[in-house]
């Protein structure tokens, strides 16, 4: 079974709302992911963001340019403090799925720290 943790977090990437995506992380929280280097070029070539305030903005960003996405999940992991996660994700702009890998890093019911692997 998922956990209603990973069920928010999918359902706040499918609503398209940034701010409800920046509410899931904890203050100082993190998301690693090599998407953030084109998609926040003024970050120097870093691929984690720090804070809900950058979260925010590329997630903000990622709608802007894939217009929607989904995620179907084929594999989940989880323990009280972490999720992994295998999905397959559509997006406006993808003409095929794409196999993702997610590892959730949770303090409570808020994301201390998120690593994304995807092509």
Avoid: C, Q
Avoid at 2 to 13: H, K, N, T
Avoid at 15 to 22: F, I, L, N, Q
Avoid at 48 to 71: C, H, M, Q, S
């Amino acid at each position: 079974m998922i956990s209603a943790r990973v069920l928010g977090w999918r359902d706040a990437w499918h609503s398209g709302d940034a701010e409800r995506v920046a509410a899931l992380y904890a203050e100082g929280g993190t998301h690693d992911s090599a998407k953030v280097v084109a998609a926040m070029p003024e970050l120097g070539g870093r691929t984690a963001l720090n804070g809900r305030d950058e979260i925010r903005a590329y997630a903000t960003r990622a709608f802007k340019r894939v217009g929607w996405l989904r995620f179907e999940f084929l594999n989940v992991v989880e323990s009280e403090t972490l999720s992994a996660m295998e999905y397959l994700r559509t997006s406006g702009i993808d003409a095929t799925p794409h196999r993702v890998v997610e590892i959730l890093e949770w303090d409570g019911d808020l994301l201390k720290a998120v690593r994304v692997y995807h092509p």
